[in-house]
C-alpha cells in the first residue's frame, strides 16, 4: 500500500506540473498543532534553468496525509515522520526521503 501511495503521489505531482519541467523538489512538514494535523506543503519547480516555487493543490496534499497515515500504522511503535522531501524528474523517477525530527516551518506556529 505505501508504495502505491508513493506512485500515486508523484504521478499527481506530475499532472500538477507544467509539460516542460526538468525536476521538481517538494517538502512537506506534516505534524499534530493543539490537537489538528497541520501541512505546509511547498515545492520547487525547476525549469530551463529556473526556479520556481508551487503550492500543492489539496488533492495531492490529501495523499501526504494518507502516506503518513499508513507508514505510521505499519510502524505502531515508532513516532511518524514530520518531513517528507520528494523528488520527481521529467522522465517520471521519484524518490522520497522522511525525516522524524521538529518540522522547522511547523515548529513556529506551535510556540
Not at 5 to 28: C, G, T, W, Y
Not at 71 to 80: E, I, T, V, Y
Not at 89 to 101: C, L, M, Q, W
Request: glycine share 8%.
Amino acid at each position: 500500500m505505501v508504495q502505491a501511495l508513493q506512485e500515486a503521489i508523484a504521478r499527481k505531482l506530475i499532472s500538477e506540473l507544467p509539460d516542460a519541467f526538468d525536476r521538481a523538489e517538494v517538502n512537506i512538514e506534516i505534524d499534530t498543532i493543539d490537537g489538528d494535523l497541520v501541512l505546509s506543503p511547498d515545492g520547487d519547480v525547476h525549469i530551463g534553468g529556473q526556479c520556481e516555487q508551487i503550492r500543492l493543490g489539496i488533492d495531492l496534499r490529501g495523499l501526504f496525509k494518507e502516506l503518513r497515515s499508513e507508514m505510521a500504522a505499519a510502524q505502531p511503535s515508532s513516532h511518524p515522520w514530520t518531513i517528507c522531501d520528494l523528488l520527481v524528474d521529467n522522465t517520471g523517477a521519484f524518490k522520497f526521503r522522511f525525516s522524524y525530527e521538529t518540522p522547522p516551518r511547523l515548529a513556529k506556529l506551535s510556540g
